[in-house]
């Protein structure tokens, strides 16, 4: 998703920075996602992906944050969280945190990832405005 937006000349202005938090570990490291909250609900999973986007937006310069948590594939799915399984969040200063769940089933691992690009960057764009 930065790759997204920074391919746009000028985004400096508009992106402050952006968090990989690829592991457990980095999401309670970089994030402070509580590890019994990812114990408990998953690391895919809406408490995880709120958290996320609150504490991106805390530990930035930001106006807005999103998060994004899933399961690409080809394995880690589950029958409860199949593969395509994907939550995102979008935290404002002085707004509320809004959350999506997406099923990319039938998907291939780049197709899953891609969907949920633009799916990040529709919802920035939906709190943008």
Known sequence: ??????????????????????????????????????????AVSEGVARMMAEAALEASNAHIAVSVTGIAGPGGGTPMKP????????????GAIEHRMENFDDMTRDEVRMASVRVALEMLRERVN
Do not use: C, Q, W
Request: net charge negative; glycine share 12%.
């Open 83 to 94: 593969v395509g399984t994907v939550h995102f969040a979008t935290a404002r200063a002085n």
């Open 1 to 42: 998703m930065a790759a997204a937006i920074t391919a746009i000349p000028g985004s400096s202005d508009v992106f402050d920075r952006g968090f990989v938090t690829y592991s457990n570990r980095a999401k309670e490291e970089m994030l402070g996602v509580p590890g019994d909250l990812i114990a408990d609900l998953g």
